[in-house]
């Protein structure tokens, strides 16, 4: 099982990017799948999950409306757009298979990796000019 992320790098505040995150080894369809990000010095931060459709998203508050999780089951990948980004959304991001969700409440408790069961290398994020 394994998550394999890309797409990040340095952009400027109000800025675009869109991270990748490949999945194998797994039914990756039967599964919600999360982005998560880590700064320096602070806490996992849970940022969205997705697993069938609309009723199945979430998103915490920090990125609501800025930043569009989706997926592609036939090509087992999980996407992250990010609009608008600014310099406090400078870290590493992660995709994450986690342990256990379907309500946004507990995803917004998961702040440590034993939360989640598969996670990738992460691809870093800095929103800088």
């Known amino acids: 099982e394994q998550l394999l992320e890309s797409g990040g790098g340095l952009v400027q505040p109000a800025g675009s990017l869109r991270l990748s995150c490949a999945a194998s080894?797994?039914?990756?369809?039967?599964?919600?799948m999360s982005w998560v990000r880590q700064a320096p010095g602070k806490e996992l931060e849970w940022l969205s999950d997705?697993?069938?459709?609309?009723?199945?998203?979430f998103y915490a508050d920090s990125v609501q409306g800025r930043f569009t999780i989706s997926r592609d089951n036939a090509k087992n990948m999980v996407y992250l757009q990010m609009n608008n980004l600014k310099p406090k959304d400078t870290a590493l991001y992660y995709c994450?298979?986690?342990?256990?969700?379907?309500?946004?409440?507990?995803?917004?408790?998961?702040?440590?990796?034993?939360?989640?069961?598969?996670w990738g290398q992460g691809t870093q994020v800095t929103v800088s000019t």
């Open positions: 994450a298979r986690p342990r256990s969700a379907g309500r946004r409440i507990d995803a917004l408790t998961r702040t440590s990796w034993k939360d989640y069961d598969v």
């Open positions: 997705t697993w069938r459709g609309d009723e199945e998203t």
């Open positions: 080894g797994f039914t990756f369809s039967t599964y919600y």
